[in-house]
């Protein structure tokens, strides 16, 4: 799928070995050592996608032991969004061989959510267990029915919605993720929600704003960490 000129979002603005039974226990509770791997959308400048600065730098605040990587890809207009895909399986296999028990949490941003959506089924074994949670905003493989699906005020308005490219691909988050997933879609986001919007409209570009997804974002990613939700 191919967005317009005006895509350009804020122009200012994942098989290793079998994990060991040692290893998986460990990841069951809280996260000592953990990764936000943040993947920005189109047009954003190689670095932290402005949709997650607030948010990390709550999560960072309230959880000790963490650290950021902003996933290398260009972000570009023609959508292809695979070298972002592989970097962020890539990270964290490589992690994991010299850092076990490193924890991780995938963040995307619109193209950079559909590199996070597309990685997910890459990661088998022990570079599947060490992710705790996803946390997607603008998802264009946004898919209609999934219990992870929320608006921006964590209700169910754009639960039984699809994105802009989920029929063109066919591509979405797998079953066995739903459960450490939150893929939030504000009413009207053309990307996500192309029942009540299209393309890129005001609504897809609120969430760096929207002190609600901020903070929904933060708590959601807090309890993934510290094993309490």
């Not at 972002?84 to 990270?91: L, R, Y």
């Not at 169910?156 to 939030?184: A, K």
Request: charged residues 15%; glycine residues 12%.
């Amino acid at each position: 799928m191919h967005f317009t000129n005006s895509v350009v979002i804020g122009a200012s603005l994942l098989g290793l070995a079998t994990a060991s039974p040692i290893d998986l226990e460990v990841r069951a509770g809280a996260c000592s050592s953990y990764t936000l791997i943040d993947t920005r959308g189109t047009g954003e400048a190689q670095g932290p996608s402005a949709g997650f600065i607030t948010m990390n730098r709550n999560i960072m605040s309230q959880v000790s032991g963490g650290k950021e990587y902003d996933t290398v890809y260009p972000a570009g207009s023609n959508q292809d969004s695979s070298s972002g895909t592989a970097d962020i399986v890539n990270h964290i296999k490589t992690t994991l061989q010299t850092n076990p028990n490193e924890c991780f949490i995938l963040e995307g941003y619109s193209q950079g959510a559909a590199a996070t959506v597309n990685a997910l089924s890459q990661l088998t074994g022990a570079a599947n267990t060490a992710v705790k949670g996803v946390f997607l905003i603008g998802d264009p493989l946004h898919k209609s029915g999934l219990t992870c699906n929320v608006d921006s005020n964590g209700g169910t308005t754009t639960r039984n919605v699809n994105g802009l490219e989920y029929s063109y691909y066919s591509n979405y988050i797998p079953s066995t993720w739903v459960s450490r997933t939150l893929d939030v879609c504000a009413y009207g986001d053309g990307v996500c929600d192309t029942t009540h919007g299209y393309g890129i409209d005001s609504q897809h570009l609120s969430y760096p704003q929207d002190a609600n997804v901020q903070s929904m974002g933060t708590k959601f990613v807090v309890g993934k960490l510290t094993g309490t939700s």
